[in-house]
């Protein structure tokens, strides 16, 4: 049985092995590792609910949400990581990205809330399209060693509307979240297979993308 006491050893004990030591930082990364999420299985159904950090220590599957936020011209929102987005060191992202947690009746709700959290735009849920779900088992890496992130990835899409274009940079620096995503800009799906090709995009975007690229077809094929 998974109590307080014993959940207060595990957190101890990872946030060794992890290095975590600022009494500061281990607050943060106490609540992160005590976040709720439904554990599922291969086809998506939930099996039970455990902590964050020890469904990603064990690599167990778990939901998590991306949206790919497009202009109305068709460029696609991306975060940036590193140096400068004119630098080779530039690494991007999917414009949003998050956890499904246990008490989220629904996927669309863990969307909304992301967007908002990220980018500060109170998404309408009615623009949200789903366009793809599909398990994901992402690579350990040097950084995170002890993390084994097996998800059940749900891809969704939503374009900005003239008002929401006009004022993103208002309400990106309103964000309640500032330290998740600190730079979005727009770029060509040509310059994000690019940066796709040459590693210089995180494991999310390189696994959605395809996904991204495919609805765009279906809705051209469609006009």
Same mark, same amino acid.
Request: aromatic share 8%; hydrophobic share 40%; glycine share 6%.
């Given at each position: ?166 004022? /993103? *940079?208002?309400?990106? #620096?309103? =964000?309640?979240?500032? !330290?998740? @995503?600190?730079?979005?800009?727009? %770029?060509?799906?040509?310059?994000? /297979? *690019?940066?796709?090709? #040459?590693? =210089?995009?995180?494991? !999310?975007? @390189?696994?959605?993308?395809?996904? %991204? ?11």
């Amino acid at each position: 049985m998974l109590n307080k006491q014993l959940l207060d050893e595990i957190i101890r004990a990872s946030a060794i092995l992890e290095k975590v030591t600022d009494a500061g930082k281990m607050a943060s990364y106490a609540k992160r590792y005590s976040e709720s999420l439904a554990v599922i299985d291969e086809q998506g159904n939930e099996t039970g609910v455990l902590p964050r950090g020890l469904i990603h220590r064990l690599g167990l599957r778990h939901r998590t949400v991306f949206v790919f936020v497009e202009k109305t011209d068709g460029l696609v929102l991306l975060q940036t990581r590193g140096s400068g987005v004119m630098s080779s060191a530039f690494r991007l992202d999917v414009t949003v990205g998050g956890h499904v947690n246990a008490e989220d009746s629904d996927t669309l709700i863990a969307a909304v809330r992301e967007v908002e959290e990220e980018i500060g735009i109170k998404a309408d849920s009615s623009r949200l399209k789903k366009v793809a779900e599909f398990n994901r088992d992402s690579p350990i890496t040097i950084d995170k060693p002890f993390e084994f992130n097996r998800e059940r990835r749900i891809v969704y899409v939503y374009k900005l509307s003239s008002a929401e274009e006009a004022s /993103l *940079a208002e309400s990106f #620096e309103k =964000r309640s979240i500032k !330290g998740e @995503v600190l730079k979005v800009v727009y %770029f060509k799906s040509a310059e994000v /297979l *690019a940066a796709i090709d #040459e590693g =210089r995009a995180a494991d !999310g975007l @390189v696994s959605c993308f395809p996904h %991204f690229l495919a609805y765009r077809l279906r809705e051209s094929s469609m006009k």
